[in-house]
């Protein structure tokens, strides 16, 4: 056997393994240095794991001199590993300190960080992003990642329960799926080629063959925005559905959200220092028609008029917040594929989910039949040549279907209160930033 | 309520909830037409669901005769719903049929598909991918697609069991990881930039704040190998793990191989017409030293000396075959981040997950220490000051660490018995191939 560096060192406890009434057992515990605070003789340290905090408490005579002064000159952020005794502390929070016996050092620093480990804000967010893995490690955001796993966990829990398959479409496409604008050039080999912004050509194939397909996967789009709520690089939820049509994909959104929620509170609950602002459970979601809005806007002494985008500050006037749908939407702006309604040429069979003026999703029912489809494009001035991959399944007996794309960042947002989506972006990409 | 389309018409039943002691009962049901068999008065016709095969008879005086004639004159592959009612019948394979009253034809097909529906085989694999929403309708893609989401999902589980958390990191990157060969550039608003081979630097950085994590994402590589075996486009399976190293990593691939097999043999016990090469679930996986493998070589008179790869011919020399790992592999050829070995400088503490003469997976122990990889840097070649953005993160305590990435396709090839990458891809990406 060959001896590694780490040999067999390795940890025996996480953090919330470990109680009062273990007094006396043998633990190695292992993290980063929180807190050092030296009186003299005595030094008390802590370090946090994955799962909370661990006090250490090296007091002369109690301990080897060499492991104290050594837990004693430690800056914060230092990575270490901790072998020693549990002794049961009234005076500890946890109820219980580690008296060290050994002490191994993994990485000990000694730069000073720009801000302090256990700082709740801090006000410049570009401070934070290019030191990025450092502010992972602060507990606001520690949260807001552990329950974006757990959502993202609860939601494809829920696709396969109902015998949804999961897909991965290709990221690298020839062309342009929405009509052209905001796409990321690549070279190809040779060729040019683009970065899909929606799996949704694709994943509208796929219900040919699989009926009900989910992919949750990077979408990519060159916005220009510097907003608060776009990305350049963001993940979609995307889901897509044989056999109906949009009135069931709002159905399921609603089942999605619910259990969202439900995830975002069992969280909450199992952790008292959570601050999210978390949205109430809805007994079901609003479906208001665009039409409907419109009016509601223009009595509300707006000035907009049919046909027009339905703006933020319209939507505040008439006092909309919380989750609701606006479906029914104009067909004009909508893409190619987006089916126009039965009884009314002009609107289309679609819906965007809000959570008070912030899109979280856009949904509709698709067209099924290859004429259609062309027609459409045309309309729009699309070449359908370079669509053939595409139209060409339409020869082979589309079903009727459905779908819709939700941003997870903005999910997570409307789920925890979150205001600014690079909170909820592990390593956010935008106009400005490429880094880290 | 404004009307859509599909209005009420939804399915009741799938192929799989409707059985003989249900005669009598009123069903809908909807798919797309496998075959069309007309004989005079009667018609059969099949169709195929999601979830299986539904005969319909429809035979003159027992059902509407525009219902009947419309029926027999459908090509393979329309997409249809039928209502009609269940007829218990011992002639039928599955034990009943459908006797049609109502028909609703959603896209007829006019065209005759370049293979047909029923072929287990199909000689060419550029005419299938051409139509590949329509390939992707035969049963033995079918089952590999259905399997490779109920593996994926095993995974999942057992990520999220093992407490690790789902990360999503950046496939839009300012430089390369492991030395710039075979990435593709993209043009990034105005700047240069690459997509990403691997999540590897943020994956380890990730370690930092929480420990363990893990991500199913695509990587990319400009390969310009035209084999079986490579993609352009590919999911990776990526872990990595704090205060471990990569002896714990291989016991986490194991447990992985194991609950993965498990998943396709309960697929293949739930499918009877599934035709995969499951391999055995092995105890344990057999680790071989590199060293220990090119004495074998020599010894089995292959010319081969300590330095060099390990050629498929040479493994296959020494009969290996099945699971096994080949760890211990000379430092030289592995990329910066690999730990070199305590006891051996020249070997690192590295290993491959191999599957025959196929690769499966990579991992190592990573260097945790900034001054080590930066010569390590230094002695390849590359600009440390381009890695800025990572080396930072090392003045800030990173925890030892190891990890690895699966290639999903690979692993799939493995757990099915599939020779060609290309058939475990939805939409496969290569050299040649941008489309569809």
Redesign the interface.
């Known amino acids: 056997m ?5 040999g067999n060192l ?2 025996s406890h996480y953090s919330d393994d470990i109680e009062s009434s273990m007094d006396g057992d043998q633990v190695t515990v ?1 993290g ?2 929180l807190t050092v605070r030296g009186h003299g003789n005595i030094s008390f340290v802590t370090i946090t ?2 799962n909370g905090e661990i006090p250490i408490v090296a007091k002369k005579g109690d301990c080897p001199d060499d492991v104290r002064e050594k837990l004693s000159s430690l800056k914060a ?3 270490i ?1 901790v072998s020693g005794k549990i002794k049961a502390s009234e005076k500890s929070p946890k109820g219980f300190e580690i008296i060290p016996t050994d002490l191994r050092v ?6 000073i ?1 720009p801000f302090e480990p256990l700082a709740k804000t801090v006000k410049n967010i570009d401070t934070r992003l ?5 502010d ?2 602060r507990k606001p ?2 949260h807001i ?2 329950v ?2 757990q959502v ?2 609860s939601i ?1 829990d829920y696709f ?1 329960g109902q ?1 949804f ?10 062309t342009a799926t929405e009509g052209g604008a905001a796409l ?6 040779n ?1 040019e ?1 683009f ?1 899909a912004q929606s799996p949704q050509l ?1 994943k509208e ?2 219900t ?5 397909v989910f992919e949750i ?2 979408i ?1 789009r ?1 916005e220009p925005s510097r907003t608060n709520r776009h990305l ?2 963001a ?1 979609s939820i995307d889901l897509e559905e ?6 069931d994909v709002m159905s399921r959104i609603e089942e999605i959200i619910k259990i969202s929620i439900h995830t975002v509170n069992d969280y909450a609950k199992n952790n008292k220092d959570v601050e999210f602002i978390i949205p109430e459970i809805p007994e079901n979601i609003p479906r208001y ?1 665009y039409d409907e809005l419109i009016e509601k806007m223009q009595k509300a002494g707006a000035k907009t008029e049919w046909g027009d985008d339905l703006y933020p500050s319209n939507l505040k006037k008439i006092g909309l917040e919380g989750f609701y749908f606006i479906k ?1 939407w104009p067909l004009g702006p909508k893409p190619f594929y987006v ?1 126009d ?4 040429p002009k ?1 289309s ?1 679609s819906f965007d989910l809000m959570f008070g003026d912030l899109e979280l999703s856009s949904g509709s ?1 698709r067209i ?2 290859r004429d259609e489809l062309e027609e459409r494009m045309k309309n729009k001035g699309m070449k359908t040549d370079a669509f053939e ?2 139209l ?9 279907h459905a779908g819709c794309g939700i941003g997870l960042e903005r999910l997570i947002m409307a789920l925890t209160g979150t205001e600014n989506i690079r909170d909820v ?3 956010p ?1 935008d ?1 400005d930033r ?3």
Do not use: C
């Open positions: 060959i001896e590694t560096e780490l390795r940890r292992m980063w240095v794991d994955k952020h230092s990575s590993a993994f990485s000990e620093v000694e730069k960080p290019e030191v990025r893995p450092i992972l490690r955001l520690q990642f552990n974006r796993s993202l966990k494809r396969t015998n398959v999961e897909i991965n479409t290709p990221k690298m496409i020839a990321f050039p690549i070279f190809y080999y060729k080629a970065l694709y194939q796929l040919m063959s699989f009926e009900k996967a990077p990519f060159a350049a690089e993940i044989a056999f109906v049509d949009y009135n028609s029914d089916k309604s039965k009884s009314n609107i069979e029912t099924e039949k991959y595409h060409g399944a339409f020869d082979y007996g589309v079903p009727p972006s592990f390593y990409r106009v490429l880094s880290p």
